[in-house]
């Protein structure tokens, strides 16, 4: 039974940078595709970053791109997001899950499960 734990979320500056981990307990991530997600208070679910099982292959939602690195190391068991010049627009609690079926639908939220605490984001001054 595949359990996801984020961390690493606080609190940085406008233009400061967060790495985000994801980690994996009960199961390997190797099997599966996983998706970052972040909800920002009175707003809905949005799926930003999304890496394939092996790791080659990768999607960005337009507001991160650019700014947000995915990356995962299966020995490790572990999925990260490298987020740069983070705005405060960014300000939100940040999820991991993984998809069931590798299709990177993002939009889907109902594609996604074994979904983590979060942990929460803020920038600020």
């Known amino acids: 039974h595949l359990q996801l734990v984020e961390s690493g979320g606080g609190l940085v500056q406008p233009g400061g940078s967060l790495r985000l981990s994801c980690a994996a307990s009960g199961s390997t991530l190797d099997h599966y595709a996983i998706g970052w997600f972040r909800q920002a208070p009175g707003k809905e679910r949005e799926g930003i970053s999304w890496i394939s099982s092996s790791g080659g292959s990768t999607l960005y939602a337009d507001s991160v791109k650019g700014r947000f690195t995915i990356s995962r190391n299966n020995a490790e068991n572990e999925v990260s997001l490298q987020m740069d010049s983070l705005k405060p627009e960014d300000t939100a609690v940040y999820y991991c899950?993984?998809?069931?079926?590798?299709?990177?639908?993002?939009?889907?939220?109902?594609?996604?499960?074994?979904w983590g605490q979060g942990t929460q984001v803020t920038v600020s001054p």
């Open positions: 899950a993984r998809d069931r079926y590798e299709a990177a639908r993002l939009y889907n939220l109902g594609d996604f499960g074994s």
